[in-house]
């Protein structure tokens, strides 16, 4: 018998579409509210998980797991967490138990990103070159030591930590004035005392997604167009495009990230793997693959909607359970690989949010590829400049089993929508971001979501 303990904060699960085996039980610790789908959780322990900033080690849940885990000893035990504040606390009971999976050494390895990037060039791969600037201001020193290791510009810039997600932290210095004027304004910016990383900003490419596990490559999510990067793209509210290709899409279309990323995955993880890896990189040809990051999760809450709705409206937790417990898709009933391996594209197109307010959710006119309209934003809403990735006004699905015909659809369907947004009506901007000093919260906390068809 296989025990599967999964561990909820906030995390909303969905196990639809998993076709569990007889001899594993599911059982679910966390608030009952986190569970959209209860039919294939055989046990489930509501713990209160109300948002103390005093409890950041989630004692209560922490405890609840550990006691699960200690009590199921005589079985086969897995331990899950969908959630980066829960990762740590997890990894240790598994150390502690003597559990199988990800332990704390190879979770540091991952929130290290210096460390990781030096172990992945010693293993042979081309890496973003890069270099750490100390909390401490000093933007000469910065300067000199940037174009050292660096070498020529632009230059992107980003906070160390990977909880620091909001754009308006980010930066590209095209030239040496503007590292300067970057390095000596940051005093006035979000958090002055963050340490920040240096890359070289990579060109004439495609940002990429890959989603692997022991048996190999599941899936790859890309950015379309190769001139622009996603940052820029939400940086200057520009509409953009990331597709999901399959293991076989991918190895047609992108040649050489299967064997890229299996190598990162022996790299990383010589010993051992997770169930599931997301490894970023950046393509420009097959024998020019740089490699970017890695993580346990999708990279945001787009990539999570895209993968649900190319992989048969399953999403990637269900992959994530498969490859725990070694169920193969394609003995899954064949539910998930029927329609995605077959001929089917599919593509997200985001409308970033710029500052103003919405006046009108336009019509989406009819297109031969199947198409999802979702806009996130009400009519009259006040809006602020895009500031993550899922900061957007509308959102839309297509797909197609011809990818020519589809991104030419793509590319029309850019250039032709018009969002009218009244600009004039905003409220005053601020040079750092509003999030972080909480004074121009959005008119809504629960934001309208409105979803509908236009192939009906």
């Not at 963050?194 to 022991?214: D, P, R, W």
Request: net charge neutral; charged share 25%; aromatic share 6%.
């Amino acid at each position: 018998m296989t025990m599967v303990i999964i561990a909820l904060w906030r995390y909303r699960l969905n196990l639809r579409g998993f076709n569990k085996p007889s001899h594993v039980r599911i059982i679910v610790v966390g608030p009952t509210n986190c569970v959209v789908d209860e039919t294939c959780v055989d046990v489930l322990h509501h713990v209160d998980c109300a948002v103390n900033i005093r409890d950041t080690s989630h004692s209560q849940l922490v405890q609840k797991v550990r006691e699960l885990a200690a009590n199921y000893g005589a079985t086969n035990r897995r331990l899950c967490a969908f959630e980066k504040e829960l990762q740590k606390a997890i990894a240790k009971i598994r150390f502690d138990l003597d559990i199988e999976g990800l332990l704390p050494e190879q979770l540091e390895q991952l929130l290290h990103l210096k460390d990781l990037r030096a172990l992945t060039r010693r293993s042979g791969l081309t890496t973003v070159r890069h270099c750490i600037l100390a909390s401490q201001s000093q933007p000469d020193a910065w300067l000199e030591r940037a174009r050292i290791q660096i070498g020529g510009f632009p230059m992107f810039v980003k906070p160390v930590l990977h909880s620091t997600t909001c754009m308006h932290a980010r930066h590209i210095a095209c030239n040496e004035h503007d590292f300067l004027t970057w390095a000596r304004g940051r005093t006035d910016g979000i958090s002055p005392n963050v340490e920040y990383i240096v890359e070289e900003c990579l060109q004439n490419g495609h940002e990429f997604t890959a989603m692997c596990s022991k048996a190999g490559l599941i899936g790859t999510v890309a950015m379309v167009d190769s001139q622009r990067t996603l940052f820029e793209c939400a940086r200057d509210q520009v509409p953009y495009a990331v597709e999901y290709l399959t293991a076989e899409q991918t190895r047609d279309i992108f040649p050489g990230i299967e064997s890229f990323v299996m190598h990162t995955m022996k790299s990383v993880f010589n010993r051992s793997f997770p169930s599931l890896l997301f490894i970023r990189g950046y393509y420009k040809s097959h024998n020019s693959i740089y490699f970017v990051s890695t993580s346990l999760e999708p990279k945001s809450d787009s990539h999570r909607r895209l993968l649900h709705a190319a992989r048969n409206s399953t999403a990637w937790e269900v992959a994530y359970l498969e490859s725990l417990l070694g169920i193969s898709q394609s003995s899954n009933n064949g539910e998930c690989s029927s329609k995605e391996v077959g001929s089917q594209h599919h593509i997200l197109v985001n409308f970033p949010t710029s500052e103003g307010v919405l006046l009108h959710q336009t019509s989406i006119p009819k297109r031969t590829a199947e198409i999802r309209v979702v806009w996130r934003v009400s009519e009259g809403e006040e809006l602020y400049d895009c500031d993550t990735a899922d900061s957007n006004i509308l959102q839309v699905f297509l797909s197609h089993t011809d990818r020519t015909r589809l991104l030419q659809e793509v590319r029309e369907l850019i250039n032709e929508t018009d969002i009218t947004v009244d600009r004039l009506s905003a409220a005053d901007k601020h040079s750092v971001c509003r999030r972080s000093h909480h004074l121009h919260p959005r008119s809504s906390l629960n934001q309208l979501a409105r979803s509908c068809t236009t192939t009906d």
